[in-house]
């Protein structure tokens, strides 16, 4: 079943190269018709005489997988801007359920059948090397049995995504969702801001049984994946189908250790600051987003269009190449923004794999922080739309840990430009706010990836033996603040965090890609010109080089060790130093 086409803000977009092997017109929602290209490509790999006739299989190949990619996402993008529609959300199921189980055995027969392909071998290592590694590793996990576990598991994790896109609080005489009760979070007035986010825990702590039972259902079904691939626990299974050469989890603890001692003083002494400023005894959860001179919120635009202009003219300030890009998604709709009931929860940039462009969904309510994601799915978007001449499906997927160095230098470099949205004194602000989310978030990161190492490598855990670890968690990492009284809210806080329930150990990426933005940030500091040719130069290069390399085209190191996290820590503190907090 094919979503209404009114559901897709975009409409009808063509490939961006037109189709050799495929026919223009095919259903992809329907196995009957997509199995024969299947069998077609199958037999034409057997008449690759030679290295070209090989290289051409791969195109032609990938774009079999790019069409149906596409097909997915443009299923779960009408999914997660209409939830509340039964048609979009039975397209989207009809798809993980009956496509994806038919097309992974498929996909892991094209595998195989290129690694025994006598001229592999012949197959140029500065153009191939990164394309033969993952699909070697494509074969070496593939299962058959784990084709309806990862189906349950898909199941399992959309019900969370619903839940948490129906979840609304009666507020000022107004129903409102989740994402815009965040708004009230900045309001100067405590009893305004203690009541609107007592509310919103009170909601979520009516789901904690129903968040906890999908939760123990992930558990066991990834459990049982990462065994039957001939893993001890699911910690080994995620690292090494995340791809993950370049580093360890003993790397990841290594990281944590590193934000307790590097970031952790820096936050606390923020946190210190804060409390002093607002005229406090002890910060409460709902102190965390205010102003701390109690400031009226920063308001950067009114209307969701003047957050689409005003970050055109970051774009059109930074690069040309920028500024088309952006203007491109304006201009054939890629953009869904504005924050609505039924509409899911988050943000994110999901790339049409056929038409090779990407799309961007948020939630933006009018606050500083829709400016920052704004930049940060924009920065995916660049990426996106850098590498879309690569012919090669998987050179046009950065790994994850790159991926967010584009987002994250996106916001960092935007920042610089927020004059478009504030007069100077607010400018000052909003960087400031910026620049403590940059230190805040680190601490959240460890806490995340360090909860995902428990619970994984804790197989059969209680309820009570999690909320533990995830409490111990939050004194090792939740700075100084007092949640007296609200002790179940602290304990079932990361309910909150979407990536725990959608995308198993995908998080610690998100510090390693901000030691590599900072470093990018630093090399503007020196030379803006370069730093952003550099940082152009990584992103053109898609997912077509190992990790290591992709980071030092974009002019920093790969390295998240405590020698690597101080001095950028250090950066950040003294940039703060010379931004007066009023």
């Given at each position: 079943m094919i ?7 975009f409409?009808?977009?063509?490939p ?5 092997f ?7 929602g329907n196995w009957?018709?997509?199995a024969?290209h299947f069998?077609?490509?199958?037999l ?7 290295v070209?006739?090989?290289?051409r ?16 996402a443009r299923r779960?993008i009408?999914?997660?801007c ?5 048609s ?5 199921l ?16 094209l595998a195989?059948?290129?690694?025994a392909?006598?001229?592999r071998?012949?197959?140029p290592?500065?153009r191939?090397g ?11 996990l593939?299962?058959e049995e ?12 959309n019900?969370?995504t619903?839940i948490?896109?129906?979840?609304l609080?009666?507020?000022r005489?107004?129903d409102?969702t ?6 009230f979070q ?7 801001r203690?009541?609107a986010?007592?509310l919103v ?6 789901e904690?049984?129903r968040?906890?039972a999908?939760?123990?259902q ?7 994946i ?6 001890q626990?699911?910690v080994g ?9 370049d ?7 290594r990281?944590?250790?590193?934000i307790?001692s ?9 946190q210190?600051?804060r ?12 102190d965390l987003?205010?102003?701390?001179l109690?400031?009226?919120?920063l308001?950067?635009y ?5 957050l ?8 059109d ?7 088309e890009?952006?203007?491109t ?8 923004l504005q924050?609505r ?21 948020m939630n933006s309510?009018g ?6 994601t704004?930049?940060h799915e924009?920065?995916?978007a660049f990426h996106?739309l850098a ?6 499906p ?12 584009a ?12 004059d478009?949205?504030y ?11 910026h620049?403590e989310g940059?230190?805040?978030?680190f ?12 619970l994984?490598s804790?197989?059969g855990?209680?309820h ?5 670890a995830?409490n ?5 990492f ?9 002790e179940?809210?602290r304990?079932h ?20 890609a901000?030691?590599g ?24 290069l898609?997912?077509s080089?190992p990790?290591p390399?992709?980071f ?12 690597t ?5 250090q ?6 130093e010379?931004?007066p907090?009023?």
């Amino acid at each position: 079943m094919i979503p209404p086409m009114s559901l897709l803000p975009f409409g009808e977009l063509p490939p961006y190269r037109s189709r050799r092997f495929l026919p223009d017109v095919l259903d992809l929602g329907n196995w009957s018709e997509v199995a024969p290209h299947f069998d077609r490509i199958e037999l034409a790999v057997g008449a690759c005489e030679t290295v070209a006739d090989l290289e051409r299989w791969i195109v032609d190949s990938g774009e079999l997988v790019a069409a149906l990619d596409e097909e997915r996402a443009r299923r779960y993008i009408a999914k997660t801007c209409h939830t509340e529609d039964s048609s979009a959300e039975k397209s989207y199921l009809d798809f993980i359920e009956h496509i994806d189980p038919a097309l992974k055995p498929r996909l892991f027969s094209l595998a195989r059948l290129f690694l025994a392909h006598p001229l592999r071998s012949a197959l140029p290592k500065e153009r191939y090397g990164v394309f033969d590694r993952a699909t070697a590793l494509q074969v070496e996990l593939f299962r058959e049995e784990n084709i309806p576990l990862e189906t349950e598991e898909a199941r399992v994790a959309n019900e969370y995504t619903n839940i948490n896109g129906s979840l609304l609080v009666r507020f000022r005489e107004e129903d409102r969702t989740l994402v815009a009760m965040s708004r009230f979070q900045e309001e100067p007035d405590r009893s305004v801001r203690e009541e609107a986010w007592r509310l919103v825990a009170e909601r979520r702590l009516q789901e904690v049984d129903r968040i906890d039972a999908l939760f123990d259902q992930l558990l066991e079904v990834r459990g049982r994946i990462a065994r039957n691939a001939g893993f001890q626990d699911y910690v080994g299974y995620a690292f090494r189908s995340r791809g993950r050469f370049d580093y360890t989890p003993d790397d990841c603890l290594r990281f944590h250790d590193a934000i307790e001692s590097e970031v952790m003083p820096l936050l606390r002494r923020l946190q210190s600051d804060r409390r002093a400023s607002l005229g406090v005894d002890r910060l409460r959860p709902w102190d965390l987003a205010v102003d701390p001179l109690n400031r009226p919120p920063l308001r950067p635009y009114s209307d969701c269009s003047r957050l689409e202009s005003g970050t055109q003219e970051i774009f059109d300030r930074l690069d040309p190449n920028l500024s088309e890009g952006f203007k491109t998604l304006r201009d054939r709709r890629l953009l869904d923004l504005q924050n609505r009931k039924g509409k899911a929860p988050g943000g994110y940039q999901y790339t049409l794999s056929e038409a090779r462009l990407p799309f961007i969904f948020m939630n933006s309510v009018g606050l500083q922080r829709d400016v920052e994601t704004l930049l940060h799915e924009a920065g995916h978007a660049f990426h996106a739309l850098a590498c879309r001449g690569d012919d090669i499906p998987l050179h046009r997927e950065p790994p994850i840990e790159f991926c967010e160095v584009a987002s994250m230098s996106m916001e960092l470099l935007g920042a610089d430009h927020l004059d478009v949205f504030y007069p100077p004194a607010d400018v000052i602000r909003a960087r400031r706010v910026h620049l403590e989310g940059v230190i805040g978030v680190f601490p959240w990161i460890a806490t995340i990836d360090a909860f995902q190492h428990w619970l994984y490598s804790h197989p059969g855990h209680s309820h009570q033996e999690r909320r533990n670890a995830w409490n111990e968690l939050m004194d090792r990492f939740g700075g100084d603040v007092d949640w007296t009284g609200h002790e179940s809210a602290r304990s079932h806080l990361w309910h909150k965090q979407l990536h725990l329930f959608l995308h198993p150990f995908y998080y610690v990426e998100y510090g390693i890609a901000q030691l590599g933005a900072l470093q990018v940030w630093a090399n503007s500091r020196r030379d803006s010109g370069s730093a952003l040719q550099h940082y152009l130069k990584g992103l053109s290069l898609g997912g077509s080089k190992p990790l290591p390399e992709l980071f030092e085209a974009a002019g920093c190191r790969f390295d998240f060790s405590r020698q690597t996290v101080r001095p950028l820590v250090q950066l950040v503190a003294e940039e703060l130093e010379r931004l007066p907090v009023g």
